[in-house]
């Protein structure tokens, strides 16, 4: 049994090690396999996005590649495919070292690609989709005909019989994600990389994906299946791997991995609970502040009861895609909850709106602070400034004076690393940005406060002082909602845990139950019947 | 049936309906006179409109032509005048100046990544001033091969007349037809319109086929130009002003979707016939200002641009519900 296969079968499973050149040597020999990642090092200004990450992919089999947000899944594929360059290791493909410059430099050499949004026009037909740039021609005119006979006969393959000559954007997405493998598989055909393929289908439409992939497997493609369903996973994959953090957590057998190994995999808790915090007792014990009965939303999160205490801290733990996020937001007023009820203090709330719940002394600092947190160019200051000055309205405006004082008391209470507050915020470390705009919440002396992955991408020692301050908040009173990837962290402040799965809460754990161990189970239930991602 | 064919059908209903009613004021209009009239007196529109068309079918705007046909006349007043140079060679040398032209502006919107807006903004004023430059007086040409072309032409049963630069303009378009729907060209250029990031990804060559079609449209606003100085016998600096802004409401008329990516050349001949049989007939009236002309385009295309929103939310719903 080759090294290679060692890893494969990964039991005990392979940490991603490679550093002798001997072990090389066997990866590489392996005839079965079609492509070979070794050592991938990419960075980014600031942090490692893959530190020498390993990933091997054999002819007919689908290997899913999983792990949570920011955990080098897609940087990964961007490497394989040439839409990043790599700064360190080897891409092997059919036994030759490959090195491609540009995804098209990719597809030549064999690797397609298909993501979650097709990349395809819609405004061209379905025949043109699939041929262009080499239709077929005579004397410099496309032969029209002969393109849709060929375009019908590639489709067929996948089972497909719609009007070649309509536009591509006319059909439905499922539809598109075939041609798009198809022209894919036509253009490439060693390797298929499908990024999230699955993510707006619906479950007959997943049925049919799903048909077409292992048709191509039983052609002896590659293919790398890229999704957080964990159902699905289990259907199709042959093969697993999972990165965290930018590292490789190892390859298995799908067959013969348990589910709870594999969160335990994507989630890590290898690092053993931190003490828990000691104030939990007599905090749980207090009158529930914030009430939200059968509270939901159609379509984004099934309808969930959630009484909140003041001063106290609710984890809520889940896989990406799990309703996490949709939570946050749905307290938070962004989606409007279109079934059950709010109250604060006894008295019913009116949270329609991220205005309204401001007003009702509500903060929420979301998941990607870059996108939906920071305004770059602005500088620090004017950050924390920003939701202090929504509440109070326009035609108050907070003086510079006020705005200087209000800056520097949070720059030193939060130790913001920045040389000035005039700094423009883009320029400060992730941390510091997160830190800044927990100010800005907390500027606005909030009573609820909802913290959507408050460590993500920032720094070991940035991740103690974050939740440091978690419990210093939750101590002064303020009552707290953090979602985390991290469960040793959940496990640290949260006097309570709610679990989701599939959009729903599936469970809550409290006092002595909460463990990364027992959070981990209830991620890992198996869905009871009839539900489906 | 196909949707995309929507816009199209409705230009062609729309301009059989207007024939029809100004038939029925009045029937002379149905005379083989007039329509080879139509086509003479906008040939010059109509070849410029061809290459404006390939320009908005890629999501860009081409502002120079006008100008550009202007400074064609001119050119070809001045070296007619004051050298003995062949008008087929001067001919020749002015297109090669004008699809350079275009190439070139072709070069920066897509090497610089600028608007082609403000690119063709600045090449109308550059076109412009050059054409100024050469002579600020309007230049007859005197020509005997222009006195010759003028008498070529084919007679149509009842006294009209398709004449050299009308049959022109027919030829233009159905080279554009065909270029447009046949060919990787046309392909590419309708994928550019369809989003330029996507079709590289799909290995569309963007940077060619970009400077391809902003040089097709200079070579075509010249050859628009020497048909308008074969048409005027004439050059000046001041003519053709807006010419540019004709072009553009002949293409979204026939049905070309201005962002780009949806459309055919086709529909833009149409376009211009609409505007020329908009133009006949007011001179047909005679108490009517020839301004008539200008608020009832302004209708339609408000009207056009209406209908491509609807059809566009319309194919949008059924798609949620199919």
């Not at chain 2, 059908?9 to 038939?23: E, H, M, N, R, W």
């Not at chain 2, 139509?38 to 999501?59: E, Q």
């Not at chain 2, 540019?244 to 409401?249: F, G, K, R, W």
């Amino acid at each position: 049994m080759s090294t290679a296969d060692a890893i494969a079968c990964g039991s005990p499973y392979f940490t991603g090690d490679l550093r002798f050149p001997g072990t090389l040597v066997f990866m590489l020999n392996n005839t079965n396999d079609i492509l070979t990642a070794v050592g991938i090092v990419k960075t980014f200004p600031g942090a490692v996005a893959l530190d020498k990450v390993n990933f091997s992919l054999r002819r007919g089999e689908v290997h899913a590649l999983l792990g949570e947000n920011g955990a080098g899944k897609s940087t990964l594929i961007k490497c394989m495919t040439g839409a990043y360059r790599r700064d360190a290791g080897t891409l092997t493909l059919d036994g030759t070292e490959i090195d491609p410059h540009d995804t098209l430099d990719a597809q030549k050499l064999g690797i397609g690609t298909v993501y979650q949004e097709v990349n395809l026009l819609g405004n061209l037909s379905v025949a043109e989709n699939l041929f262009l740039g080499r239709q077929p021609r005579r004397f410099g005119l496309v032969q029209t005909g002969e393109m849709k006979k060929r375009a019908n006969a590639l489709l067929a393959q996948y089972g497909i019989n719609i009007n070649v000559s309509a536009a591509l954007g006319s059909f439905s997405v499922a539809i598109q994600q075939v041609v798009a493998i198809a022209r894919a598989v036509d253009l490439s055909g060693k390797v298929l990389i499908l990024d999230e393929p699955t993510a707006s289908l619906d479950a007959q439409e997943v049925e049919m994906l799903f048909r077409i992939v292992r048709d191509l497997r039983a052609r002896g493609l590659g293919i790398v299946f890229i999704t957080h369903f964990l159902e699905q996973v289990y259907d199709l994959t042959d093969r697993i791997t999972v990165l965290r953090n930018g590292q490789l957590v190892g390859t298995r057998e799908t067959a013969s991995l348990p589910r709870r190994e594999l969160v335990t995999m994507m989630l890590g808790h290898e690092l053993q609970s931190a003490e828990k915090a000691v104030a939990e007792a007599e905090s749980s014990s207090g009158p529930v502040q914030f009430r939200f009965s059968n509270y939901g939303k159609a379509g984004t999160i099934k309808p969930f009861d959630l009484d909140v205490r003041k001063g106290e801290v609710v984890g809520i733990a889940g896989l990406l895609g799990s309703g996490r996020t949709e939570t946050a937001e749905l307290l938070f007023g962004v989606h409007k909850a279109d079934s059950g009820t709010a109250e604060i203090g006894g008295k019913p709330a009116n949270l329609s709106s991220p205005r309204a719940a401001i007003a009702a002394r509500f903060g929420f600092c979301p998941e990607d602070r870059k996108v939906d947190g920071i305004i770059g160019e602005l500088s620090v200051r004017e950050n924390i400034a920003l939701a202090l000055q929504a509440r109070r309205g326009w035609a108050r405006p907070l003086s510079a004076a006020e705005q200087n004082a209000l800056a520097d008391r949070y720059i030193k209470a939060l130790d913001i690393r920045t040389s000035d507050r005039e700094k423009p915020i883009r320029l400060l470390s992730g941390g510091n940005q997160q830190k800044a705009i927990l100010a800005r919440w907390l500027a606005t002396n909030p009573e609820f406060l909802i913290l959507d992955e408050p460590t993500r991408g920032i720094d070991v020692g940035a991740h103690a002082e974050i939740i440091r301050l978690i419990r210093e908040l939750c101590a002064q009173g303020m009552s707290l909602i953090v979602i985390s990837s991290e469960l040793e962290e959940l496990v640290a402040y949260s006097s309570r845990v709610l679990v989701l799965r599939d959009r729903a809460h599936v469970a809550e754990l409290t006092g002595s139950e909460i463990t990364t161990e027992h959070i981990v189970n209830a991620i890992a239930a198996a869905p009871g019947a009839g539900e489906h991602p | 049936m196909n949707q995309k064919y929507l816009p199209l059908i409705a230009t062609i209903v729309i301009f059989i309906v207007s024939y029809a009613v100004c038939a029925a004021q009045y029937p002379n209009i149905l005379s083989t006179r007039v329509v080879g009239n139509l086509l003479t007196d906008n040939a010059f529109l109509g070849i410029a409109a061809v290459g404006m068309t390939f320009v908005i079918l890629s999501g860009g705007i081409d502002l120079s032509i006008g100008s550009v046909i202007a400074f064609t006349g001119i050119f070809l007043a001045v070296m007619l005048e004051s050298t003995s140079i062949h008008p087929l060679a001067a001919f020749a040398l002015v297109l090669v100046i004008t699809t350079l032209f275009g190439a070139i502006m072709g070069a920066i919107i897509h090497y610089l990544e600028m608007p082609a807006f403000i690119v063709t903004l600045a090449g109308m004023f550059l076109a412009r001033g050059m054409a100024f430059v050469l002579s600020i007086d309007s230049i007859p040409i005197k020509h005997p091969f222009y006195a010759a072309m003028k008498g070529f032409y084919y007679k149509l049963p009842g006294g009209g007349r398709i004449t050299l630069i009308g049959g022109l303009m027919v030829l233009v378009f159905a080279l554009g037809i065909l270029l447009a729907q046949r060919t990787r060209f046309g392909t590419n250029v309708y994928a550019l319109g369809g989003g330029a990031q996507t079709s590289a990804l799909m290995g569309v060559p963007v940077g060619r086929t970009t400077i391809l079609i902003y040089g097709l449209s200079g070579f075509l606003a010249g050859l628009s130009g020497i048909v308008y100085s074969l048409y005027t016998s004439a050059g000046y600096s001041l003519a053709t002003v807006g010419v540019e802004l004709d072009a553009i409401a002949a293409v979204v008329i026939g049905g070309t979707l201005l962002t780009g990516g949806a459309g055919f050349v086709g529909g833009t001949l149409v376009g211009v016939l609409i505007q020329g049989l908009i133009q006949t007939y007011i001179t047909f009236d005679g108490s009517l200002s020839s301004w008539w002309t200008k608020i009832l385009i302004g209708a339609l295309l408000f009207a056009f641009i209406l209908m491509q929103k609807a059809i566009l939310l319309l194919s949008r719903q059924n798609k949620r519900y199919s």
